[in-house]
Each structure stands twice: as structure tokens, then as C-alpha cells.
């Protein structure tokens, strides 16, 4: 016979579980995301754009800020309707769905939750690489050679329908090599992450604990993929012609920056520090509207 114990543990579990259930189906985890998307971008799109022409040419922090001040205030911020868009979309779906995936698989699946939160993770990212054509469109506008041809993002996504509707994709391989295995680590590390901080016990100590758990693991990330990212943007920077393979492009670069691994990391430091703000404030302001929500 089940005890009272059994029987308290029992509700218990049954309670969270309905509640979860309430949470995933009810949108809260994609507005959440959503609304710290906007936050994030708001805040560091300067930097990114500092960070976009390192990738790029291989320029130091220096020339690259140089290069944006010669720009003029007026394009400082030009680009930014994309990665709104796209970040915005991108973070609802990364939260949203990695909720609602991980309560159907772990409902369906009887392998440890560990393994099932990472495919629902891996999951999730891969779906959200359907949104690479604004991070396509995005790429053109911030770099200087097309500030002639076009001068906003419709004018950008007219330009690319064009060459066909490929054209939007270029650059989605390395996106997809990039987003699973990133999601993954985010969503597996940042629990452990949290609990190895001194106990929250106020909100702002609770905000805190989540902009640090949230920037040392996208700085951490960031740094891990940024290779990735180098190559994406040399990608995604060509307009019509030859539809260049990951490698052959990786290649390339690789020879060009006189295969040095330094050479290939141009920028990491300054990605860094971005992905550390970034990251914590995208945590700390998602984890801040779950709670009042």
C-alpha cells in the first residue's frame, strides 16, 4: 500500500508537470524570447557591426571602428531590421520550442533526460535556421561594398530574388553546424551553471546569477563557433555565382589568413565580449518576464 509520502511525492511531480504543460502551450516561453531578443539587439548591434567587419576582412578592432566612423552616424545602425527581425523570431523559436519539444519527447521517449533535452535542443536550432535569409540579408547590408546597390532590407531581399530563391540560403551549412550543437550546450550547461553561483535570494540577486550564467555561456560559445561564423559571413558576402562548398570556402580563408589559427580567430576577443553582454542580457531578461509572467 502507498504511503502518504509516496503519495505527496506523487501530486507533487503531477503538479509540475501540469504546470509545465500550461507554460509550453500557453506562449510565454516564445514571448519571453522574443522580447529579450529585441533587448539584446537594441543594446549591442554597434558592436556586432564592429565584429562583422573583422569576420569579414580580417581587419583589426581599431581600422574596423575607423571603418564605421567613416560610415557616419547616419549607417551606424543600418542593418538593424534584419537581426530585429530574424533575432527576435530566432529566440522565441530557440525557447519555445525547446520547451515544447522537450515535454512531447520526454512524454514519448524513455531515454535519459539528458539525451532527450539535447535532441529537443539540437531539434529546435536546426529549425530556426529556416530564418537564414535575414541573417543573409543582414550580412550584405552591413558590409560597405553593397552600401550603393540597395539601402534598406526590402530593397536587399529584392535584389537576392533575382539570382532565385537559393540565393537567400547561401551560407545555410555552416548556420546548421553552428545552431544544433550550440542549443544544445546552452540549454545542457546553463542549469549546472546556475547552481555552482552563491543562492539568489532577491530578484536582482536572481537577475544577476542569470546575466552571469547567460554571458559566460555565450562568450564561452561564441568563441567555440566563431570560426563558423567566419566563414558564414565570407558566404553570405557574395551575390550570384558559384555556390562554393563549406570546405572550399574554409579552405580559402585558411590560406589567406596565412594558415595561422590566430589569423582564423580575428575578432574572437571583441565577439567575446559582445556574446558576454549579449548572452546575459538575452538570460537575464528572459528568465526575469518568465517569472512575472
Not at 557591426?49 to 581587419?59: C, P
Not at 553582454?277 to 528568465?287: F, H, L, Q, R, V
Given at each position: 500500500m502507498m504511503g502518504s509520502e509516496d503519495l505527496v511525492l506523487k501530486k507533487s511531480k503531477a503538479d509540475q508537470l501540469g504546470h509545465r504543460t500550461v507554460n509550453v502551450t500557453s506562449g510565454k516561453h516564445y514571448f519571453c524570447g522574443y522580447c529579450a531578443a529585441i533587448t539584446n539587439v537594441a543594446v549591442t548591434f554597434p558592436i556586432q557591426?564592429?565584429?562583422?567587419?573583422?569576420?569579414?576582412?580580417?581587419?583589426r578592432t581599431r581600422d574596423a571602428i575607423s571603418q564605421l566612423q567613416k560610415d557616419g552616424l547616419r549607417n551606424l545602425y543600418r542593418g538593424i531590421l534584419p537581426p530585429l527581425m530574424q533575432k527576435s523570431t530566432t529566440l522565441a523559436l530557440m525557447f519555445g520550442l525547446y520547451e515544447d519539444l522537450s515535454s512531447i519527447l520526454l512524454g514519448r521517449m524513455s531515454a535519459p533526460e539528458l539525451l532527450t533535452r539535447s535532441v529537443a535542443a539540437v531539434l529546435a536550432g536546426t529549425t530556426e535556421a529556416v530564418l537564414t535569409p535575414f541573417e543573409r540579408v543582414q550580412t550584405l547590408l552591413q558590409d560597405y561594398k553593397y552600401h550603393d546597390k540597395f539601402t534598406n532590407t526590402f530593397q536587399a531581399f529584392r535584389f537576392l530574388r533575382e539570382h532565385g530563391p537559393r540565393e537567400y540560403y547561401r551560407g545555410l551549412v555552416p548556420i546548421l553546424l553552428r545552431n544544433g550543437?550550440?542549443?544544445?550546450?546552452?540549454?545542457?550547461?546553463?542549469?549546472?551553471?546556475?547552481?555552482?553561483?552563491?543562492e539568489a535570494t532577491t530578484y536582482s540577486t536572481h537577475l544577476i546569477n542569470d546575466f552571469i550564467c547567460g554571458g559566460l555561456l555565450g562568450a564561452m560559445l561564441g568563441f567555440l563557433f566563431f570560426p563558423l561564423n567566419v566563414v558564414k559571413a565570407r558566404m553570405q558576402s557574395q551575390i550570384g555565382g558559384e555556390f562554393q562548398s563549406f570546405s572550399k570556402v574554409f579552405m580559402k580563408i585558411w590560406l589567406e589568413r596565412d594558415r595561422k589559427v590566430t589569423h582564423l580567430f580575428r575578432g574572437a576577443h571583441l565577439n567575446y565580449h559582445r556574446s558576454l553582454?549579449?548572452?546575459?542580457?538575452?538570460?537575464?531578461?528572459?528568465?526575469f518576464l518568465l517569472k512575472l509572467l
Open positions: 557591426k564592429v565584429l562583422f567587419r573583422q569576420q569579414l576582412y580580417g581587419l550543437p550550440s542549443n544544445a550546450l546552452f540549454f545542457g550547461l546553463r542549469g549546472p551553471i546556475k547552481q555552482c553561483l552563491p553582454i549579449s548572452w546575459g542580457i538575452i538570460n537575464a531578461t528572459y528568465e
